[in-house]
């Protein structure tokens, strides 16, 4: 297949975000948003025909990261543009700025989950088996002075945009804030919890589950969040300061809206956990502990754990900024299990009244 030929069955591929405006979003655990490209040639045309293969090329190892490890982002970046071209399903532009012989777009990127599937697996990453309900959470922040902010721009709001999770495994919209959404709902609303109009606004983005997220400004540059609602995990309450280690507010709205997503996603995969070790049988429990570095590092300690054979389930009963607490579901002897988390490059350590599963 020429690059002509490919640049001609992009385009029939590309569709704006804007079509979803008003109705449903398209998600699915197989798409990466925020992708972004900048391109270069003689034209904006020839510009914009090399970004579109370019936009590919990078989103495939992001979604390796998304799904499964860094590891597992590298060894999809080994892939050549042949290999990756097949497995494209759809672009979505999300926006764009052409300008002679120069062309900047961000683009949402879906893969056909058929054929990611088999390479993810063999690369050992554990996938999830469906993908969870979505949400729609508005971000509501209160300044220094008292003034409350919905659809304005501020750090919290933009906290949540730049998530770009309404491709996570556990979907997170965030309303688009445009003169519908200002119409409908206003922050009055809001502060008096006008039940009639927080439908109006679940009604348009076509979601189960709404939550309003309230935060402020707290002492030592950090943020005050406000949470509570139902959800199709369960009930979520979260009252609590983050403050990022550069002690910036935008960097705390930034780091509290991450734990968010985290917690929420650890809550849904230890759920499925659950159920898969019910529909196997009855399995072994064992308190375990996971210390890590970072989202990027426990992302990948979670999906290696879940790949190790005899495991059946991780059910996160806590995670904090250095570490997780969990029960560790497993079948068969305690020394297979320790033979088995070798084989993958970790290891079971007994710390005396406590496991742990580190790195080898």
């Known amino acids: 297949m020429t690059k002509l030929a490919n640049i001609f069955i992009l385009a029939g591929l590309l569709a704006p975000v804007a079509a979803y405006a008003s109705g449903p979003i398209e998600t699915s655990p197989y798409a990466v948003q925020g992708v972004a490209v900048d391109e270069t040639d003689v034209s904006a045309k020839a510009a914009k025909d090399k970004a579109l293969l370019d936009v590919q090329m990078k989103a495939l190892p992001m979604l390796g990261q998304q799904l499964g490890s860094e590891q597992a982002g590298q060894e999809l970046a080994r892939l050549d543009q042949k290999q990756v071209i097949p497995l494209l399903k759809s672009l979505s532009i999300e926006n764009e700025v052409i300008s002679p012989g120069r062309y900047q777009g961000t683009f949402t990127v879906r893969f056909l989950p058929d054929r990611v599937k088999p390479l993810l697996q063999q690369m050992g990453v554990h996938l999830p088996s469906e993908q969870g309900p979505p949400m729609l959470v508005i971000p509501v922040w209160t300044d220094e002075n008292g003034k409350t902010l919905l659809w304005e721009d501020n750090p919290w709001r933009k906290a949540w945009l730049d998530l770009h999770a309404s491709q996570a495994q556990i979907p997170i919209l965030v309303p688009l804030g445009d ?95 659950n159920m898969a070790s019910a529909a196997a049988g009855r399995a072994e429990t064992l308190p375990v502990t996971v210390p890590f570095s970072g989202p990027s590092q426990w992302n990948g300690l979670r999906s290696r ?51 742990s599963v580190v790195p080898l």
């Open 305 to 355: 754990i879940l790949s190790t054979p005899g495991v059946v389930g991780l059910d996160v009963t806590s995670l904090e900024a250095g570490g997780a607490s969990a029960q560790l579901s497993y079948n068969g002897a305690m020394e297979d299990l320790a033979a088995s988390f070798q084989a993958v490059g970790l290891k079971l350590e007994n710390n005396g009244a406590s496991w």
């Open 179 to 273: 003169s519908d959404d200002a119409d409908t709902l206003t922050a009055q609303d809001i502060t008096a919890n006008n039940a009639v109009k927080l439908e109006a606004i679940r009604r348009r983005y076509d979601v189960k589950t709404i939550l309003v997220a309230i935060a402020q400004p707290a002492q030592g540059g950090g943020v005050h969040v406000h949470l509570s609602g139902k959800s199709p995990l369960g009930k979520i309450t979260i009252d609590k300061v983050y403050t990022a280690d550069s002690r910036q507010v935008a960097d705390s709205a930034v780091a509290a809206a991450q734990r968010f997503q985290l917690l929420i996603t650890d809550k849904f995969r230890s759920d499925q956990a």
